[in-house]
T-cell receptor, first 111, second 114 residues
Framework: DAGVIQSPRHEVTEMGQEVTLRCKPI?????LFWYRQTMMRGLELLIY????????DSGMPEDRFSAKMPNASFSTLKIQPSEPRDSAVYFC?????????FGSGTQLSVL | AQSVTQLGSHVSVSEGALVLLRCNYS??????LFWYVQYPNQGLQLLLK??????LVKGINGFEAEFKKSETSFHLTKPSAHMSDAAEYFC????????????FGKGTKLTVNP
């Protein structure tokens, strides 16, 4: 299995632009998580899904952030409009039987 | 609410020396505890986890951690550091045995000197 696949690997955009981050979880995993990592705040859970259904989005910072999981093999995290303070590494992770697997992350820079 | 405190954002050891990374947790319910490792430009990987039962947990790459309820600690150790252990290590706590609602510490960056 290729593991959790995230794209793009790096994203540089200008303030106000829409950003879409993509994730393909490991096949057969029933949970999917979106995390954000910054130096100041560490690793924060933004939202997670169980069987494609959003369970807890209390970590989503603002209405500018939205996440979808239209099927078991794909999820997106969208930021619209983006702001410089959104610059971070965004990780997607999937899990089954309590074991979490992370993707390599998307490094987002908002100028 | 649950929280994790990792003492020391940076730890430096010599190759072959003992590695000790400290983690203290706060939880109002019996905790499930985890250690993850992050190598540069990669996602986190599970090292080990404690759910119930034996309080000394062995993980990959020679690491182990001991759950001490009286001290609310879950320190990570390795008897002899290797250069390849250089990475950032994260302690995490959950109220459930799965990965839901993991709360991570800020991380400890381990440097191994030759």
């Amino acid at each position: 299995d290729a593991g959790v696949i995230q794209s793009p690997r790096h994203e540089v955009t200008e303030m106000g632009q829409e950003v879409t981050l993509r994730c393909k979880p490991i096949s057969g995993h029933d949970y999917l998580f979106w995390y954000r990592q910054t130096m100041m705040r560490g690793l924060e859970l933004l939202i997670y899904f169980n069987n494609n259904v959003p369970i807890d989005d209390s970590g989503m910072p603002e209405d500018r952030f939205s996440a979808k999981m239209p099927n078991a093999s794909f999820s997106t995290l969208k930021i619209q409009p983006s702001e410089p303070r959104d610059s971070a590494v965004y990780f997607c992770a999937s899990s089954v039987a309590g074991k979490l697997f992370f993707g390599s992350g998307t490094q987002l820079s908002v100028l | 609410a649950q929280s994790v405190t990792q003492l020391g954002s940076h730890v430096s050891v010599s190759e072959g020396a003992l590695v000790l990374l400290r983690c203290n947790y706060s939880s109002s319910v019996p905790p499930y505890l985890f250690w993850y490792v992050q190598y540069p430009n990669q996602g986190l990987q599970l090292l080990l986890k404690y759910t119930t039962g034996a309080t000394l947990v062995k993980g990959i790459n020679g690491f182990e951690a001991e759950f001490k309820k009286s001290e609310t600690s879950f320190h990570l150790t390795k008897p002899s550091a290797h250069m390849s252990d250089a990475a950032e290590y994260f302690c995490a706590v959950s109220s459930q045995g799965g990965s839901e609602k993991l709360v991570f510490g800020k991380g400890t960056k381990l440097t191994v000197n030759p």
